[in-house]
Structures are given as C-alpha cells and as structure tokens.
C-alpha cells in the first residue's frame, strides 16, 4: 500500500486569509453596488410613468377624456366597461406590453382622475410603499417630472 505523505492542500490559515479578503471586498463593493440599485429603480419608476403619461396623452386624442379613476390605468390595456365608454379605443390598446407596469419595488401606481394637479395624478409612494418620505422612500409624482 502507498502512503501518501507529501499531499499538499490549504491550510486553516491560508483558508482564513482568503475568507478575510472576500469580506473586505464584500464590505467595500457591497454598499456602492446597493446605492445603485435604489437609483436604477427611481430612475425606472420615473421613466415609467413618462411613458404612462404617453399612453394616456393618446388615449385622451382617441377619446377625448383621460380614463377616470373607476377605469385606472386598467383602460390603457383593455377597454372599460364602466364609466364613459371609449367610442375610439384602439384595438390593442395603448400600451405595447398588454399590461400595466408596476413602478420599481413592484407596487401599483396609484391613478386619480379628475386630479389635484391636473386633468390626473399619477404617482409612486417609493421604496416604502407609505405616502411621504424621502431619499429612495421619497413619492414620485408625475406632475413633479416636467
């Protein structure tokens, strides 16, 4: 039987080494990398609502009136059955995904029409789902966009 006494492997030491430089890495790499996260998804759920507000610009052209609250954001995908009842909608509807985006921490977005702040109100709550806030928990509305 061979004995196999020269066989090298990590020691405990180098293993160690090599778990400390990883959490040095993770902590360094780690809090920029999650920044950015919070930044792509205002800048996503800005950018969303830009183009729902496009949609809803050429719904108004079709129809002559913005969806009412009752519809929401709904008859931009299918046409509503309740309220006023587009006479021109367009086969299709108004958005190319055949469905309403939720804003960048997966919440709906929140639709009132008449609005406060004009013919609508179209707006996120943020990071925190919760009217209020800032930084990344900071609402996003449309009428502060132009």
Do not use: C
């Amino acid at each position: 039987m061979r004995q196999f006494y020269n066989r090298r492997g990590f020691t405990l030491i180098e293993i160690m080494v090599v778990i400390v430089i990883l959490a040095l890495l993770a902590a360094l790499v780690g809090p920029k990398i999650m920044g950015r996260t919070d930044d792509a998804k205002i800048q996503t759920t800005k950018t969303q609502i830009r183009n729902l507000e496009s949609a809803l610009k050429l719904y108004k052209l079709d129809n002559g009136v913005y969806p009412t609250t009752e519809q929401g954001l709904n008859a931009l995908v299918t046409k509503p059955t309740v309220g006023v009842i587009p006479n021109n909608y367009k086969d299709g509807g108004y958005l190319e995904s055949k469905n309403v985006p939720k804003d960048g921490w997966g919440n709906d977005y929140l639709y009132v029409s008449p609005g406060d702040h004009g013919d609508y109100d179209l707006y996120s709550y943020g990071a925190d789902g919760v009217k209020g806030g800032d930084g990344k928990n900071a609402d996003i509305n449309s009428w502060d966009l132009k």
